[in-house]
């Protein structure tokens, strides 16, 4: 069974990928495979709803038709739980749902309730059944769904996996940060909170600075850990896809990045908490794990025989043609209501000089194809390059095309560089990376 794996799609003209002799052979390679997954960055809300002050950097929204698109696209599995699933609110995020359903779409990642965010889609194929559960890590306080209790209905969001970031600091250092926030006064504050029932007493050896929370240690540096409640609920729809299903996909949308031993942010690597998530879920009985959010590559993991991509980037990264932009777009990126939407992008990157733009990085990705055995186990992998067009006008460039040549070589050169920590070795055969197991 041959299951194809990419990253963003972010959709708002017509793709024409049946037709677009450019991008044709690489969505015949997708149509090809028995099953196909995407992350769906964009929700079909038809631009209506409440748009969110707290959006996820841009608001997006597109017309439904984009649905139909990605489906002739060769598409059958789609996750939703992205940073920009609500940027228009709760309101927006209904009609969404109620789109994908009339379409009778297999969707993991959001729902009316958090039961129903976390639950897996399934695709049926003759060669075998493809689960995938969707989940995110990057979102506002409140875009999580939550539960109906006994007496109260729950709250429609997306399927989170929440994280603690921890600082860890010398005694000496933690002495200093605690002289400050006594003159500061701020632990008087805090004792009125721990009186009043808001708040509680800080462990031994940990100080938390307007929700930061800096603890003692031999070193100075950043960790992340996964929430154990999230790694537990989320663990239990994998074991069940496990039971009813002969290929489990996790899918995390996660914009959090790793730090390197002195402190330095790595764009290019994962954040600890990520890791740890995605190894167990595997433990759990996932076979793929599958990462984006970031826009650009990261690298890939082997664990236990099974693969981890921890960033497959963008795929389809239509971004600056949004129709329609709501007043916080604007005032966020400090320009006049009366800019058309694609000035705003324009003017957020000094006209291509900054950001996406002006950044290969975020116009390169990959197409895996992972072949699996009929007792469900790895048997190969081929990875292709794809390019979505630097250089090429914004109305024409992010739409997807098999890189070739010296581009693609270039792709497949980083992507094994990426690899390196993980051990991860491939074969190179024209034009593509080859991964055999036994």
């Not at 043609?321 to 320009?335: A, G, I, N, Q, R």
């Not at 950044?359 to 895996?368: G, I, S």
């Amino acid at each position: 069974m041959k299951v194809c794996l990419t990253g963003d799609s972010i959709v708002l003209r017509r793709l024409n990928t049946d037709i677009d002799p450019v991008c044709a052979p690489l969505f015949d390679m997708i149509r090809d495979c028995d099953a196909s997954f995407t992350n769906l960055e964009i929700m079909p809300s038809d631009y209506q709803g409440d748009p969110a002050l707290d959006h996820g950097g841009s608001h997006f929204s597109a017309h439904p038709w984009i649905l139909d698109e990605l489906r002739t696209a060769g598409f059958d599995l789609f996750a939703a739980a992205t940073n920009h699933c609500l940027d228009y609110g709760i309101s927006g995020l209904r009609i969404a749902i109620e789109e994908l359903r009339k379409r009778e779409i297999l969707y993991s990642g959001v729902g009316l309730t958090l039961e129903e965010a976390r639950r897996p889609a399934y695709f049926s194929h003759p060669r075998g059944t493809v689960s995938m559960l969707s989940c995110c890590s990057t979102f506002a306080r409140g875009q999580e769904a939550a539960d109906q209790t006994r007496s109260m209905q729950g709250r429609p969001g997306l399927n989170p996996l929440h994280f603690s970031t921890t600082y860890q600091v010398k005694p000496e250092e933690l002495s200093v940060l605690q002289t400050i926030s006594a003159g500061l006064g701020l632990e008087k504050i805090k004792q009125e909170q721990i009186k009043l029932g808001f708040g509680y007493p800080a462990p031994e050896g940990t100080l938390t600075l307007d929700g930061t929370r800096f603890v003692e240690g031999s070193e100075t540096r950043i960790t992340t850990a996964p929430n154990a409640r999230d790694l537990e609920e989320i663990g239990r729809w994998v074991r069940e896809a496990r039971v009813v299903s002969d290929v489990v996909i996790v899918s995390v949308h996660t914009h959090e990045v790793g730090y390197d031993v002195d402190g330095t942010i790595s764009w290019e690597k994962p954040g600890e908490f990520l890791e740890a998530f995605a190894r167990d879920a595997i433990d759990q009985g996932a076979d793929i794990v599958v990462c984006h959010g970031q826009h650009l590559l990261k690298g890939m993991e082997l664990y236990k025989g099974k693969p981890i991509f921890y960033s497959l980037g963008n795929f389809i990264g239509q971004n600056e043609l949004v129709d329609m932009l709501p007043e916080d777009s604007y005032t966020f990126y400090k320009v006049s209501t009366d800019v058309t939407p694609h000035q705003v992008y324009k003017t957020r990157t000094l006209d291509d000089t900054k950001g996406f733009p002006a950044d290969r990085r975020f116009w390169e990705t990959l197409l895996p194809i992972c072949e699996f055995a009929e007792d469900g186990t790895l048997s190969s992998m081929e990875i292709h390059p794809v390019s979505l067009g630097l250089g090429k006008s914004a109305h024409t460039r992010g739409l997807p095309f098999l890189a070739k040549g010296e581009e693609g070589e270039s792709i497949l050169s980083r992507f094994e560089i990426l690899c390196e920590p993980y051990g991860v070795r491939f074969t190179r055969e024209k034009g593509k990376l080859v991964l055999k197991q036994d």
